[in-house]
């Protein structure tokens, strides 16, 4: 019974395998090859080098290899490309892992999702995204998760203040952006957001450029009262109309004109119009929030203090429960691990401090009842 239930979850897993969408997934398990997929930005010559590491501690040494920083005071530009896709009409997740295993004093640690005409060599602070997302920490006032979308040419960024993890632990990163303008984000697998684009990202220019649009439209444009009327015909009988002859008057219907504004013709039943939908021209949700169209390439584009910082098991999806099911496949067999070994690392760390005070302590302690020491260090001060 239970290699039959086996069987069954394991097809079950399977079929979600198969209906998922993968765009980019990356675990930098291949050796070296990794430089043929990652492109390091050469825009400025001081950009801070990439190498790929498993860090100082770990729960499997080549699991949880990924990108590391390795120089202080920089900033980093690095990108991969996959083939384009439009996320219009789908679920989006995006997710990675990062640790801070140098204690991050300041620095970003997030992602760029970006267009697939990004220039990868030339890849900068000023280049064009459509997300951005993940953890930056500067001092004691800066704690936060990023989550910036990009829509009507300008960057929109969550008004929600999501605090990000500040150890030196591996914790995996998920945001998930649906075609129903609700979004998550998660931290370890666990919900620590959510709620409606519409509503939790700062929007005020967005809506102070629609008012301005209407305000600055052609009244000509606009139709009038007086419009709809000449375009309607009258819905009431004729004078001659003989209900007992001809039957029942059935009041012509014409194509109503496109109208804005919620603008109604005053005096006739809205029974006798053709009704079709229209969107409001100050809904939000005309704009697609959450959809960009050519979406192409991930990166990191970033300053760090301290480097130290390892990035891996970036993935990007159309399917939340896949993601999940990796993120447990990767980070979640190797979290435990990986503190187990840096208790373990930090005891042998305390016992190699204790042996050394007590060498130094035995050193004092021989050099000061020693007559002979004393005189010949006192003469050679002499």
């Not at 039959?4 to 765009?23: D, F, P, Q, S």
């Not at 409606?196 to 209407?214: G, M, Q, V």
């Not at 409001?280 to 005309?286: D, G, N, R, T, Y």
Request: charged share 30%.
């Amino acid at each position: 019974m239970v290699p039959a239930r086996v069987a069954a979850l394991c097809a079950v897993c399977a079929l979600r395998v198969v209906l998922a969408t993968v765009y980019f997934r990356e675990e930098f398990l291949d050796g070296e090859r990794w430089r043929n997929r990652w492109v390091q930005s050469t825009n400025d010559s001081k950009f801070g080098h990439f190498t790929v590491s498993s860090g100082k501690f770990y729960g499997h040494k080549e699991k949880d290899k990924g990108l590391q920083t390795t120089q202080n005071g920089r900033f980093y530009a690095i990108s991969a490309r996959f083939k384009p896709f439009s996320n219009k009409g789908k679920t989006l997740v995006v997710q990675y892992t990062v640790k801070h295993e140098q204690k991050m004093d300041c620095g970003g640690g997030y992602v760029k999702v970006f267009p697939a005409d990004l220039d990868q060599r030339n890849l900068n602070g000023k280049s064009p995204y459509y997300i951005m997302f993940g953890p930056d920490i500067c001092g004691f006032d800066i704690k936060k998760v990023h989550v910036i979308l990009h829509f009507k040419n300008q960057y929109h960024p969550n008004k929600k203040h999501i605090r990000c993890k500040v150890d030196g632990f591996t914790h995996l990163y998920t945001l998930i952006l649906r075609p129903d303008l609700t979004y998550e984000v998660k931290i370890d697998g666990q919900a620590i957001e959510s709620g409606s684009i519409e509503y939790d990202w700062h929007l005020t220019s967005l809506k102070n450029a629609e008012k301005a649009e209407a305000k600055g439209r052609d009244p000509a444009e606009v139709p009038s009262a007086q419009d709809w009327e000449k375009h309607f015909l009258d819905a009431s009988a004729p004078s001659d109309w003989n209900s007992e002859l001809d039957g029942d008057w059935q009041a012509a219907m014409l194509q109503k004109l496109p109208y804005q504004d919620s603008l109604r013709a005053e005096g006739i039943d809205r029974d006798v119009w053709l009704h079709h939908k229209m969107q409001s021209a100050s809904s939000l949700l005309q704009h697609d929030l959450s959809e960009f169209e050519n979406i192409g390439a991930i990166g990191l584009e970033l300053w760090q203090v301290r480097s130290g910082t390892i990035f891996d098991n970036f993935l990007i999806t159309d399917d939340e429960e896949y993601a999940e099911n990796f993120g447990k496949a990767t980070w979640g067999e190797t979290k435990d691990p990986e503190r187990e070994m840096d208790a373990i690392q930090a005891k042998e760390e305390m016992k190699k401090a204790r042996e050394e005070d007590e060498q130094e302590m035995l050193m004092n302690r021989f050099l000061g009842q020693d007559g002979r020491f004393s005189n010949f260090f006192g003469r050679d001060g002499l």
